[in-house]
């Protein structure tokens, strides 16, 4: 975890694994900035009797571990009891602050089950862990299979599916997935994420075939030609095969910017 976190409790010998990021912590203090920073990815893979015999065992705090173990026996575990009872055990939050956290996951609470999934796998893409992402991303697609849902859930859903894929080097997948999420939401910035996921994927002739049959406008052409241009025209290194998915991280983080997705 980035930045210095102040201990006052004792540290662990033997730290507690949280497989959602792959980190070590080694205190209660580094349990409650995860539970604080991270609610999203707070589920039942964390909230179980593994912890609590951590919590008892490893840094002696027997009677956070005794309220903490019945909790585990729900399914799912109250979020809300189970994480801001860890917070109080060190103070963790101001009054103000605690009001806020609880604020947070009663808001989190009335989402559905698919729309709390991506957010979980948003919050995993953050942390940079795409294979676990990709999983729950899958899982959101499957969820909402068959049911009537949003276009534009969807389309975000794989909008981010092939942001994963490409940080990963899966250019076919990415592709699908890029072109799926352009069939659902028909926006300039999903075509523009689409194209240029084709020209990474396939050949010139390829690509501008594809121009062709989508009929895209002059100016969209332009600017993704910009695009590619400008980023390869910055770099003081040899474009390498990773570039492209360099360049479409950053339009990603720019398309997230103007549609709040």
């Given at each position: 975890m980035s930045g210095y976190i102040l201990c006052r409790e004792p540290?662990?010998?033997?730290?507690?694994?949280?497989?959602?990021?792959?980190?070590?912590?080694?205190?209660?203090?580094?349990?409650c900035y995860y539970l604080y920073k991270n609610l999203h990815l707070a589920d039942d893979s964390l909230m179980n009797q593994g912890l609590c015999t951590w919590l008892g065992q490893e840094l002696g705090m027997k009677e956070l571990a005794g309220k903490l173990?019945?909790?585990?026996?729900?399914t799912p575990v109250p979020l809300e009891e189970f994480a801001c009872e860890v917070?109080?055990?060190?103070?963790?939050?101001?009054?103000?602050?605690?009001?806020?956290?609880r604020n947070r996951i009663s808001a989190l609470?009335?989402?559905s089950v698919p729309v709390r999934e991506k957010l979980k796998a948003d919050c995993l893409m953050e942390n940079r862990k795409y294979?676990?992402?990709?999983?729950?991303?899958?899982?959101?697609l499957e969820l909402t299979s068959g049911?009537?849902?949003?276009?534009?859930?969807?389309g975000s859903v794989y909008h981010n599916l092939g942001c994963a894929y490409s940080r990963l080097f899966q250019k076919e997948e990415a592709l699908e997935c890029f072109g799926q999420a352009y069939e659902r939401l028909h926006t300039r910035d999903?075509?523009?994420h689409y194209l240029l996921a084709y020209s990474n994927a396939r050949t010139p002739i390829e690509y501008e075939s594809r121009l062709a049959e989508l009929k895209v406008d002059e100016q969209t052409r332009r600017q993704i030609q910009d695009e590619i241009s400008q980023f390869y025209s910055s770099t003081d290194i040899c474009v390498q095969e990773h570039s492209v998915e360099e360049l479409?991280?950053?339009?990603?983080k720019e398309y997230h910017r103007n549609t709040g997705s």
């Open positions: 540290m662990a010998a033997v730290p507690y694994y949280i497989e959602n990021i792959g980190i070590n912590i080694y205190s209660v203090e580094e349990l173990a019945p909790l585990t026996e729900y917070l109080r055990s060190v103070n963790y939050l101001t009054q103000e602050e605690m009001r806020t956290y609470e009335k989402q294979v676990y992402a990709i999983r729950v991303y899958r899982k959101v049911r009537q849902s949003s276009p534009r859930f969807a999903s075509l523009k479409l991280e950053r339009m990603t």
